[in-house]
Nanobody, 124 residues
Framework: QVQLVESGGGLVQAGGSLRLSCAAS????????KGWFRQAPGQGREFVAA????????YVVDSVKGRFTISRDNTKTTVYLQMNNLNPEDTAVYYC?????????????????WGQGTQVTVSS
């Protein structure tokens, strides 16, 4: 089992920045990909970004490309989502996720473990 705990969400004005963190514990040696999804009220869970643990390839959805960056720390147990130039459309609950298997990384169905989520609210 893998436990994921997110932090760093909050309220920010449009144009501002936030950095989300996701600390992983448990049987993390088997995880191959860690990522972030978000879910706005009344919407489905949307892929935001992912990082392949080896060799570190990253993937980012087009709507946030150039504004959001996913990264990891040197111990490879924490993943970050740096979010710059935020706009109200980025308002959502952001979930950290991880998986040990293969398949598409862009669907929430492809992931095995989830954090509890952290709220990001961007005011106009």
């Amino acid at each position: 089992q893998v436990q994921l705990v997110e932090s760093g969400g909050g309220l920010v004005q449009a144009g501002g920045s936030l950095r989300l963190s996701c600390a992983a514990s448990g049987s993390t040696f088997g995880t191959t990909i860690k990522g972030w999804f978000r879910q706005a009220p009344g919407q489905g869970r949307e892929f935001v970004a992912a990082i392949r643990w080896r060799p570190g390839d990253t993937y980012v959805v087009d709507s946030v490309k150039g504004r959001f960056t996913i990264s990891r720390d040197n111990t490879k147990t924490t993943v970050y989502l740096q979010m710059n130039n935020l706009n109200p459309e980025d308002t959502a609950v952001y979930y950290c996720t991880a998986r040990s298997g293969s398949g598409t990384i862009f669907s929430f169905r492809g992931y095995d473990w989830w954090g509890q989520g952290t709220q990001v609210t961007v005011s106009s």
